[in-house]
C-alpha cells in the first residue's frame, strides 16, 4: 500500500492541489469520502486533471468532468461487498450534482481480461490501479488522511500541468489510450498528445 505524500513534500504539489481544489466538487468528495472507515483509497484520474486543464483555460473548473472516481482496496473481491460499497457512495454524494464512481481495485483482475482481452495482474493496493493507467499524465491520487492532504504521483506532476498527455504502457492497452485522448482533445484542444509508443515493452 502506498500511503502517498504530503502535498509539500511533491514536487509541485502545492500548485497542483490548488487547481484540483478549485473545482468544489473535488474538495467535497475528498474531504467528506475521508470520514469513511478505509485507510487504503484515492480520489483519481480525469475529475483531478481536468480541474486542472480547466482553471489553466479559464473555463469553470467543473465543466466538461464526466464523473469522479473513488478507487479503494479491500481484500473481500466478492460483488456484494463491491455493491454495499457502491450503495454508500451512492448515499454519501446523493445531494451533488455529479456522478461519483467507486471500484475496489482488488476486483479489476476479476473482469478486466473479459472487457479488454488482457491480463491485469495481482493488484495488492488502491494504488495499484493508479500505476496501470493508461496515460502517466493522470495517474493521480489524491486523498485526505487526519486533516492533510496526501498525493500519490508516480510520474509526477509536470505532465498534467504541462498539459501533456504521455502513454504508460505498462498495459497493452493502445485503443484504450488513442481513444480517450482524443475525446479530451475534443475538449481541451491545447493538450499536447505523445503517441502510443510502436515497440512499446510490456512491463509486467
Known amino acids: 500500500m502506498s500511503d502517498g505524500l ?14 484540483a481544489l478549485r473545482n468544489r466538487f473535488n474538495q467535497i468528495v475528498v474531504d467528506r469520502f475521508s470520514e469513511a472507515e478505509l485507510s487504503d483509497w484515492w480520489m483519481t484520474a480525469g475529475c483531478l486533471a481536468q480541474s486542472v ?8 473548473a467543473e465543466q466538461a ?6 478507487f479503494y482496496f479491500d481484500p473481500d473481491t466478492s460483488w456484494q461487498a463491491e455493491d454495499a460499497m457502491i ?11 455529479i456522478r461519483v464512481e467507486i471500484r475496489n481495485q482488488a476486483r479489476v483482475p476479476i473482469w478486466y481480461r473479459e472487457k479488454f482481452g488482457v491480463e491485469y495482474g ?22 485526505k488522511v487526519v486533516g492533510e492532504y496526501r498525493l500519490y504521483a ?7 500541468l504541462d498539459g501533456v498527455i504521455i502513454p504508460n504502457p505498462v498495459l497493452p492497452v493502445r485503443a484504450v489510450y488513442e481513444a480517450k ?24
Not at 485522448?181 to 509486467?204: C, F, G, N, Y
Open 154 to 160: 508516480p510520474f509526477g506532476l509536470d505532465a498534467v
Open 65 to 70: 468532468i464526466a464523473d469522479y472516481d473513488l
Open 122 to 143: 495481482a493488484v495488492n493496493a488502491a494504488s495499484g490501479g493508479i500505476d496501470r493507467f493508461a496515460y502517466r499524465t493522470t495517474a493521480i491520487g489524491l486523498r
Open 87 to 97: 450503495n454508500t457512495v451512492a448515499d454519501m454524494f446523493s445531494g451533488l450534482p
Open 6 to 19: 504530503p502535498v509539500d513534500q511533491v514536487p509541485n504539489g502545492a500548485v497542483f492541489l490548488d487547481l
Open 181 to 204: 485522448v482524443a475525446r479530451w482533445q475534443k475538449i481541451w484542444p491545447d493538450l499536447t498528445v505523445m503517441p502510443w509508443p510502436d515497440s512499446a515493452v510490456e512491463l509486467d
Open 53 to 60: 486543464w480547466n482553471v489553466q483555460a479559464n473555463r469553470p
